[in-house]
């Protein structure tokens, strides 16, 4: 049951586009399209932005889209804003009927 | 709209027992699968476990298998987590969240924290 692997930090300018990376397994990415990300701002509880790899729920900004290849998932944010300040984490079904997090990545808009 | 409120968190010594509780509304809570995620203070989120609307199809994190117990109450529209032989790494914020029988977890509580300290 190990956590998929994203970068700690990233950052960007106003305007920008930046990507966040999801690695898994195939036990868990790979395998299964149920991959998922979360933006959760300091003492706020997660919002889902991206499920099933690359849907937005409605309302989620279409500046925020999601792909998958293989085993790696991404996240990318197009057209930064300051709003977008955040902590994001994906998340993939497992093997063993489980669901394991990514360790979470820091944005900073610069 | 959909609401989850948990309730139960409370300091407690290793070792001790705690039940946390989650109140739903705003959907059909008995067709839905629930689970609890929690994340320690300064760090990520970990799923902790989750059932199906029928009360089937549970499964739990290994950190927790055999101490943590959930269960639901469909005519009251809660959701359960008994938390035994409660450790040190068990503090954390736990979230109730709607979702997890695929798809993902769409809605979210505000969370209540659990402590374990002597």
């Known amino acids: 049951q190990s956590a998929l692997t994203q970068p700690a930090s990233v950052s960007g300018s106003p305007g920008q586009s930046i990507a966040i990376s999801c690695i898994g397994t195939s036990s868990d990415v790979g395998t299964y399209n149920l991959v998922s990300w979360y933006q959760q701002y300091p003492g706020k509880a997660p919002k889902l932005i991206i499920y099933e790899a690359s849907k937005r729920p409605s309302g989620v900004s279409t500046r925020f889209s999601g792909s998958k290849s293989g085993n790696t998932a991404s996240l990318t944010i197009s057209g930064l804003q300051a709003e977008d300040e955040a902590d994001y984490y994906c998340?993939?079904?497992?093997?063993?009927?489980?669901?394991?997090f990514g360790g979470g990545t820091k944005l900073t808009v610069l | 709209e959909v609401q989850l409120v948990e309730s139960g968190g409370v300091s407690v010594q290793p070792g001790g027992s705690l039940r946390l509780s989650c109140a739903a509304s705003?959907?059909?809570?008995?067709?839905?699968?629930m689970s609890w995620v929690r994340q320690a203070p300064g760090r990520g989120l970990e799923w902790v476990a989750k059932?199906?609307?029928?009360?089937?199809?549970?499964s739990y994190v290994d950190s927790v298998k055999g101490r943590f117990t959930i269960s639901r109450d469909n005519a009251k529209n809660s959701l359960y987590l008994q938390m035994n032989n409660l450790k040190a790494e068990d503090t954390a914020m736990y979230y109730c969240a709607k979702g997890g029988g695929g798809c993902c977890f769409d809605y979210w509580g505000r969370g209540t924290l659990v402590t374990v300290s002597s």
């Open positions: 059932m199906k609307e029928d009360g089937s199809d549970v």
């Open positions: 998340c993939s079904y497992s093997d063993g009927n489980i669901w394991v």
């Open positions: 705003g959907f059909t809570f008995s067709r839905q699968t």
